[in-house]
């Protein structure tokens, strides 16, 4: 069935350091992918989107390419804020299903 | 303001009680969702809802019975939990349009504790 793997954390940054958060999908056809983020105390929220192959996503300085080739979408700061620390979730649609899959999320610490 | 608003914030029940999440979304979406997050445990997704008909229960447990009367609203009721059923339960919603790139909306969420 389709899936999604994202690395395990937590993942601890200095402050101005070079994100990456990988995520590596399973899935029949041409799903969209997605990266959410989950700050303290919140529910999640869509940070950035691709519906097919080649594009980039990009928001808040985070960007993200759907490679079909690799199947991956990582994600990608380059230069980080403390105000990033938060739990992020690569997640997918199947192209004709409206059920959102989700990774297990990935927890982002960033020291000052 | 995400759209989707989640009532009590904070809910504390014991085991015998008896207690109803609520969902609400002013999106005009027609898709909602019930997910469980747990402490160290991936998101899981619960139940699906779609033009107000149930599309998905994942083995869930008879104790949480949910119910949809219309696409703008989903409760989530709760009877005889179990301590172990303490979470954060996320409300969701998107609009249910095939091949499209459906992003979902998130509530706040409703942090559960059972006693």
């Known amino acids: 069935g389709d899936s999604v793997t994202q690395m395990e954390g937590p993942v601890t940054l200095s402050e101005e350091a070079f994100l990456t958060i990988n995520c590596t999908y399973t899935?029949?056809?041409?799903?969209?992918l997605f990266w959410y983020v989950q700050y303290p105390g919140e529910g999640l929220q869509l940070l950035l989107k691709?519906?097919?192959?080649?594009d980039k996503g990009s928001n808040k300085g985070f960007e993200a390419t759907y490679r079909k080739e690799t199947t991956s979408f990582h994600l990608e700061k380059g230069s980080v804020q403390v105000s990033d620390s938060a739990v992020y979730f690569c997640?997918?649609?199947?192209?004709?299903?409206?059920?959102?899959?989700f990774g297990k999320g990935t927890r982002l610490h960033i020291l000052p | 303001e995400t759209g989707v608003t989640q009532t009590p914030r904070h809910l504390v029940m014991g085991m015998t009680n008896k207690k109803s999440l609520k969902c609400e979304q002013h999106?005009?979406?027609?898709?909602m969702y019930w997910y469980k997050q747990s402490a160290k445990k991936p998101l899981e997704l619960m139940f699906v809802?779609?033009?107000?008909?149930?599309?998905e229960n994942n083995s869930v447990p008879s104790r949480f019975s949910p119910e949809c009367p219309n696409s703008s609203h989903l409760f989530l009721h709760l009877h005889t939990l179990q301590p172990e059923d303490s979470a954060l339960y996320l409300c969701?919603?998107?609009?249910?349009?095939?091949?499209?790139?459906?992003?979902?909306?998130f509530g706040q969420g409703t942090r559960l504790t059972v006693v």
């Open positions: 969701a919603s998107s609009q249910s349009i095939q091949g499209a790139g459906t992003e979902a909306f």
């Open positions: 899935a029949t056809g041409y799903p969209s």
């Open positions: 691709a519906t097919k192959a080649d």
């Open positions: 997640a997918l649609t199947p192209n004709r299903d409206d059920k959102i899959i």
């Open positions: 999106l005009g979406h027609n898709a």
């Open positions: 809802y779609n033009f107000k008909e149930q599309t």
